[in-house]
């Protein structure tokens, strides 16, 4: 973490609307950066498409863009907000202070959400026996970044988003629920989110904070790492991590767990391969070993 960034945050303020959450089932926490077409296309899809009433809440990083005046005029939205742009780590616990129900969700401002994507998730809850579980929503890219997402373009922003193209085909498109959930959007249980403490503000702004979110669940006892691929959301893209400082995430990871994240999500959390059931503890090649032994006399030598 670049000390000097941080060192004088400021302050974050809240506003929780006096109605009750308590008809709700997920806290939804989005936090957003000037980014208000998505953010709005974001929450109409929640309301849209969710089977079940659930709790909004969006930290709002600066909203100079409008952000803030149309958050403010939304009374079924809760919100944190900071004059300047802290980051997803610090936003999300923040937006943690307003959380009113038992399962905390992490979605990104650039997502939509497609029908029913809430009552898969909540529906393979009920089918398991205990909390300690991190599941995952399945993205549609226009660029699958990863073996986790579906390949598909129906638009790079709201502008020009094909909408009604997406919502015929989303259920199309054929993929087996995968092993290995960490990115957005996901869904922990509130308890465990609080035991392993949220998301670590070593890795603001926050690259890297993702599969140290995961180590830290792997680290509290959890193995049921599942992507479920009948819970779908359209992903545009990252659209604000090229306008941030990026911090030295790689590194931060190698010198606090001892090793690469991609150690850690390939042989921990095989991430992408089919889904098999509860993870075990991994068999780690000598010659991966060795190599990460050599990164972190290397990540010694950095500082985020």
């Given amino acids: 973490m670049d000390v000097n960034a941080y060192d004088m945050l400021p302050m ?47 930290h709002i990083n600066e909203g100079t863009d409008g952000t803030l005046d149309w958050i403010k005029a939304q009374p079924d939205i809760d919100y944190t907000y900071s004059s300047q742009n802290i980051g997803v780590c610090f936003a999300l616990n923040a937006a943690r202070a ?65 909408e009604d193209a997406l919502l015929d085909r989303f259920q199309q498109f054929e993929k087996a629920d995968w092993v290995g959930a960490t990115w957005p959007p996901n869904i922990v249980h509130r308890e465990v989110w609080d035991l392993v403490g949220g998301y670590s503000i070593e890795f603001s702004p926050g690259m890297y904070s993702d599969p140290d979110f995961s180590m830290k669940l792997w ?32 590194y931060t990871f190698i010198r606090k767990w001892g090793m690469t994240s991609s150690t850690f999500t390939r042989y921990y959390l095989h991430r992408g391969e089919p889904f098999a059931g509860t993870l075990r503890l991994p068999h780690i090649p000598l010659g991966i070993r060795w190599k990460n032994t050599w990164k972190k006399l290397v990540a010694a030598c950095y500082t985020s």
């Fill in 98 to 162: 307003l959380v009113q129900t038992d399962y905390i969700v992490y979605l990104n401002d650039d997502m939509y959400v497609c029908p029913g994507w809430d009552r898969v998730l909540w529906e393979e809850i009920q089918r398991l026996p205990d909390k300690y579980f991190f599941l995952s929503a399945t993205a549609i890219e226009p660029m699958a970044s990863s073996a986790c997402a579906i390949q598909a373009d129906f638009g790079s922003d709201p502008e020009h988003f094909r």
């Fill in 219 to 250: 680290q509290a006892g959890v193995r049921y790492f599942k992507g479920l691929s009948a819970s779908r959301v359209y992903h545009f893209g990252s659209k604000s991590t090229g306008r941030i400082r990026k911090n030295k995430g790689y």
């Fill in 12 to 58: 974050i303020s809240s506003s929780a609307r006096t109605v009750s959450r308590s008809s709700c089932l997920f806290s939804i926490l989005i936090p957003t950066w000037n980014n208000l077409p998505y953010l709005q296309c974001c929450i109409r899809s929640i309301r849209k498409h969710s089977a079940f009433p659930h709790q909004i809440i969006v």
